[in-house]
């Protein structure tokens, strides 16, 4: 009998007994000779369709249990070369450089303070409290909340109450709870007015341009913001490709990540999770019910997310040991070092092509240069 635990994505631990069941307790006769453990470990390896990248590290213990930790990658030979091929959809839609302007409008606007009541375009400073029964809704009481008369809002009926208001005044509407444990449930709204103002945006002009650098004129802070907003564009669309080979390779062999790691992983990031919103005092069902999620869907979700790392970790590792792709000197060595130069050699052997079938240079992707 033998046990297996995955101790990380890489990493296994094997027990077993070395003493067969009519030796066992004649001190230690019948005990496997010293060099049967590792082959006894690569057996089990090839059991489980793993090989192993090193020697595995063995204790025998005086009770004649074996406990062999290996690091092991999947018993596959990818292509040599990899032949893959990918499309990406790639393009710049040069409204983007409209709206990033806009953004940029309304983020340098002026706020003035009003002495009429609030209507529609006005942004208001708001002060919410929701009641059930007379009793205070948990995580129900929000101070100084901005928003824009007639932009909608997710607490119905908020939005058409504001509308006549001024400074001071307090009204109080039926509404629908959105997030929490009473999410769904009808309440009582509490709405108080702290300011009225009004939002004026600058004008899309040269004078504007000159906020952000020695810029000659607004053409030229447009060209510079096209320039960059490419670049960028480029970098999203290199990660995609990069993800896309790796998960094209490894969809090619059948690699998959191990199911206890991803399970393992998944229990750790929902306690980091569940500790940092302890800390400003939310729970992980309420944080659930605020993202009108279950604990079962964020859960496939995060577990799926974790899967396509880890498969992508192990597919790398296993490209890095086939072709030999180690550096010298211990930092060449470390696992993201090694997994870049994996990912640098498969990039090399991808053919990639855009929706009309063109094929397109992977180093191209970039665009031009960040000024």
């Known amino acids: 009998m033998y046990t297996v635990r995955w101790l990380s994505s890489r990493r296994l631990a094997i027990r077993w007994s070395a003493l067969t069941p009519e030796t066992a307790g004649q001190d230690g006769a019948g005990a496997e000779p010293s060099d049967q453990p590792a082959a006894k470990a ?80 006005d942004v208001v400073v708001i002060d919410l409290a929701a009641t059930r029964h007379g009793q205070a809704v948990e995580h129900g009481q929000a101070i100084g909340v901005t928003h824009t008369v007639g932009s909608g809002h997710p607490l119905r009926g908020l939005d058409e109450a504001l509308p006549g208001l001024s400074v001071g005044d307090q009204v109080s509407i ?20 702290r300011q009225v103002t009004e939002r004026t945006v600058p004008e899309l002009d040269d004078e504007f341009a000159a906020r952000f650098g020695e810029f000659a004129d607004l053409a030229e802070f447009r060209a510079v913001l096209r320039t960059r907003l490419l670049h960028r564009a480029g970098v999203h669309l290199r990660a995609d490709a990069c993800e896309r080979a790796v998960d094209a390779l490894a969809d ?84 993201e070092a090694v997994r870049s130069r994996a990912l640098a050699y498969l990039m090399k052997h991808v053919v990639i092509r855009d929706q009309t079938g063109e094929r397109v240079s992977f180093d191209a992707l970039y665009g031009p240069v960040e000024p």
């Open 42 to 121: 690569a057996a089990l390896l090839r059991a489980y369709g793993l090989v192993a990248t090193a020697g595995p590290d063995i204790i025998s213990r005086p009770d004649g249990e074996v406990v062999a930790e290996v690091d092991v990658l999947p018993d596959v030979r990818l292509p040599s070369p990899p032949r893959l091929e990918i499309v990406l959809t790639t393009g710049f839609d040069d409204s983007e450089v409209d709206g990033y302007l806009t953004r940029l409008r309304e983020q340098a606007a002026d706020l003035t303070q009003l002495g009429r009541a609030a209507r529609a375009g």
């Open 174 to 193: 039926e509404t629908e709870l959105v997030g929490g444990r009473e999410s769904g449930r009808s309440a009582q709204l509490s709405i108080m007015v």
């Open 252 to 335: 090619e062999v059948g690699i998959e990540a191990p199911a206890p790691v991803v399970a393992e992983e998944l229990r750790r990031q929902k306690k980091r999770m569940a500790a940092a919103l302890d800390r400003i005092g939310v729970s992980l069902d309420d944080y659930l019910a605020a993202e009108e999620a279950t604990e079962p869907m964020a859960d496939a979700e995060l577990a799926g997310v974790i899967a396509r790392r880890i498969r992508a970790e192990i597919t790398l590792d296993l490209l890095a040991h086939q072709h030999d792709l180690f550096g010298s000197g211990e930092e060449a060595n470390e696992s």
